[in-house]
């Protein structure tokens, strides 16, 4: 039986939707226990008696994007993101934790509640986007660390590594470092030293690459600053929903067009399943934490908690913390 | 009349299509005269006699993107760009310069030949691009600048603002600062240290801005340090070359879309238009140098060389660089 806490109260949908997430997760798979956490009565009521491998674990306050995140942290003692951290550590049995709240209260209680495994210097958040081919590509650090030295991003690259390679099954995948261009010699301070350190790293280094290449499939970790890397990502994301907006903007605005669009709804069906990564794995896993922490976009629904759940068993059975520790143990021992 | 020296030979199209796009600018508009910088025996092969308002300065060498860009400028002494540099120096009647070449090169050359505009810290490269509703954005920096200090954003954002209200005719255009989030407090030391500079300025400064703002229509004009910048500029770019790949290629694979992509002609026409602002605006202009320096794509055709032509005549006419100055002016008297 693998058990996953759940912050019932954290996301723009919750709790419904996070609750609901939870149970399609607990009918989907026999193996699975939830606890979840939030205000009790609320929580009951929208179970409404579907309470098999449901623990309930009250929690009367709520941490918002507007509270600073180790303040909350640190005083809203019983909010269900804290009660949630607080299980996920004394509990060992309890393997992740699922949350769309506040992603500084998150990270915030991922370091002070949970801790990084030994040898790495910073988590990391690694979403997925979909790429122009058939594979997929996540993106270390997204945005969890604004200001990194080298060190940090060598870390990413081994975390990122790790985690792509269980996802998608793929032993060696293609680690890029984000750059103003593809030449060795490119790149700000930061980049510049990162690169020297990637390239002795145990991992499948392919060099620079630049924006650019971010969705071309031919690179499957890029690693970055989380300033540099949170542009990266959200400007593509931005750049995927303003095309498609004003493809829909322009079909409504061609008689042809629109009779056009009615024949290609399978297209437009492949288009949305392809860009809509979020529910094919979940939210983005906070990596290099002691224990499984796995993030969801705030406005996620009942789908994408479902993913998280299952990605989170995923990772626990690809024994990913393992696999990180072991690229830390190999790096240090290269290094000495 | 007004005469603009083009590098004949840099791009990936020259000199065949940087000389047709010359001869398209010189028919278009009467008061243009064009100074062509390359091998005088293949431009003249091209011209072909039509010579009308075009002069031609030999130069055997080309300066190729292997060649390190400041020792081309400092020993390609006969290369195009480089002697299309000295003419744009030495003539007070050439306004400005036209290059699709090198782009560490011409960069190189403005800095080395031309010089900054006083008070200006760092030129910075603008590119424009589409947004989601009927306006367009320019990023400034977008990778001229990989290191940067809050002083260097500031100045991007005096020339970015100056530049865009030029060229849209927008008194006040809404200028933010690249940033990981909304709030003020957000960022990474640079980002911050800017946002403080930034809110003093004698500019519409809006905050601090996510980069899935970027195309959204809210920002005219998008303040980085040129490592984040280009990451956001390329992964836009990106995104909307993989959306439009994923399209195509689904179209292909089923019957009924194809058959609904003959209805939807105008809407792939809509979409190309919106998408392909090179064609409607020229180049990036190098914005902070002493003389109008723009920059077309590698990659650029005939239309891009004219449209860069018109460009650097309407930043003449609407006194650009005198805009600049007033604008430096102002800030350096806020601080006295």
Not at 18 to 41: F, N, P, R, S, W
Not at 137 to 156: M, R, T, W, Y
Not at 168 to 184: F, I, S
Not at 304 to 332: G, H, M, R
Request: charged share 25%.
């Amino acid at each position: 039986m693998k058990k996953i806490v759940v912050d019932a109260f954290g996301g723009d949908h919750a709790p419904l939707e996070i609750i609901e997430g939870a149970l399609l997760a607990i009918q989907k798979h026999k193996d699975i226990e939830i606890i979840l956490c939030g205000k009790e009565d609320k929580i009951k009521e929208i179970l409404n008696g579907r309470n098999e491998r449901i623990e309930i674990v009250d929690a009367s306050q709520v941490i918002t994007n507007d509270d600073h995140p180790t303040v909350a942290i640190r005083h809203k003692k019983d909010s269900s993101l804290v009660k949630a951290y607080d299980i996920l550590k004394e509990r060992e049995d309890v393997i992740g934790i699922v949350s769309a709240g506040s992603t500084g209260a998150v990270l915030a209680g991922a370091i002070m509640k949970i801790g990084r495994i030994r040898g790495i210097s910073r988590p990391a958040l690694a979403p997925i986007l979909p790429t122009k081919k058939d594979s997929d590509v996540i993106i270390i650090d997204s945005g969890a660390n604004i200001d990194c030295k080298p060190i940090n991003l060598l870390h990413f690259a081994l975390m990122g590594s790790a985690y792509y390679s269980i996802i998608y099954d793929v032993p060696k995948p293609r680690v890029a470092l984000l750059n103003n261009g593809a030449e060795e010699e490119k790149g700000n301070e930061l980049a510049k030293e990162a690169h020297a350190l990637l390239k002795t790293a145990p991992i499948n280094f392919i060099g620079n690459r630049e924006g650019g290449d971010f969705m071309s499939g031919d690179v499957d970790v890029m690693v970055a600053d989380g300033f540099a890397g949170n542009a990266l990502l959200k400007g593509t994301e931005g750049a995927v929903k303003a095309v498609m907006s004003v493809l829909k903007k322009s079909i409504k605005s061609h008689f042809w067009s629109m009779i056009g669009a009615v024949f290609m709804k399978k297209t437009f069906k492949d288009i949305k399943n392809r860009v809509d990564i979020q529910s094919r794995h979940g939210g983005s896993p906070l990596l290099g934490c002691k224990k499984l922490i796995v993030k969801n976009h705030g406005a996620c629904m009942r789908n994408n908690i479902l993913s998280s759940i299952e990605q989170t068993v995923l990772l626990y059975e690809k024994k990913l913390n393992q696999k990180i520790e072991d690229a830390i143990n190999e790096l240090n021992k290269a290094g000495e």
